[in-house]
């Protein structure tokens, strides 16, 4: 099946720097992509749709200038978290729609981020 | 606003049985489609099954299978003859397409498979 990689899959930085996760789509040209934020023992909470060519499009509570995301070609979305901070320490997970295949949509792996 | 409610935080089954985890929707979009995944304890998040809201056939996917009743708004999954590997975190989610494209999920069932 389709394949979504994600990168880094771990990652440490220190408080008051910036670190880009990357979220990758293998074999399929992917439009949108969504960004995603995990803390332990709960649900997927909805960050961002990112959208190929144009600005994402931010959830409500979601700070837009901390955390940008960048969906500069139909493979490749990225997201920076910006001036990060030890809350910023979390489990972000990107999704990618594959509208080729009746619109299923592929997880990557998801990524670590601990701020130090 | 389109929500996703799992009012099950937490199940369990024994192995070779069957169990049904329960999802309901809310979404003011005519073109959706409804997913469950399933997340182990490795994070990633595995596809089990996926339902056209436009389709009336319920779908299947070998030992699972959802009941979609449109009108209630209500999505369930059903898992027949439960296998250790089952145990997990599942999400029931909606994705809708109209003038924007969000995929939602609800706030997880923990199922465990007791032997």
């Known amino acids: 099946g389709a394949v979504v990689s994600q990168h880094p899959s771990r990652v440490i930085c220190k408080s008051g720097t910036s670190v880009k996760i990357e979220c990758r789509s293998l074999?399929?040209?992917?439009?949108?992509m969504f960004w995603y934020r995990q803390f332990p023992k709960q649900s997927l909470m909805l960050m961002a749709t990112?959208?190929?060519?144009?600005?994402?499009?931010?959830e409500q509570g979601v700070e837009k200038d901390k955390f940008l995301i960048n969906h500069a070609s139909l493979t490749l979305s990225t997201l920076t978290v910006t001036s990060a901070h030890p809350e910023d320490s979390s489990f972000y997970i990107c999704?990618?729609?594959?509208?080729?295949?009746?619109?299923?949509?592929?997880f990557g792996e998801g990524s670590w981020l601990t701020v130090v | 606003a389109q929500t996703v409610t799992q009012s099950q935080p937490e199940m369990s089954v024994q192995e070779a049985e069957t169990v049904t985890l329960s999802c309901t929707y809310d979404t003011s979009e005519s073109n959706y489609y409804l997913f469950w995944y399933k997340q182990p304890p490795s994070r990633q998040m595995i596809l089990v099954i996926r339902q056209e809201a436009y389709k009336q056939q319920n779908a299947t996917e070998n030992r699972f299978s959802v009941n979609f009743q449109k009108a209630a708004k209500s999505f369930s999954l059903k898992i027949s003859d439960s296998q250790l590997g089952d145990t997990a975190m599942y999400f029931c989610a909606s994705f809708t397409q109209g003038g924007s494209e969000k995929l939602v999920f609800g706030k997880g069932t923990k199922l465990t498979v007791n032997p």
């Open positions: 990112s959208n190929e060519g144009s600005k994402a499009t931010y």
């Open positions: 999704s990618a729609v594959d509208w080729d295949s009746g619109n299923t949509i592929y």
């Open positions: 074999d399929f040209q992917a439009t949108t």
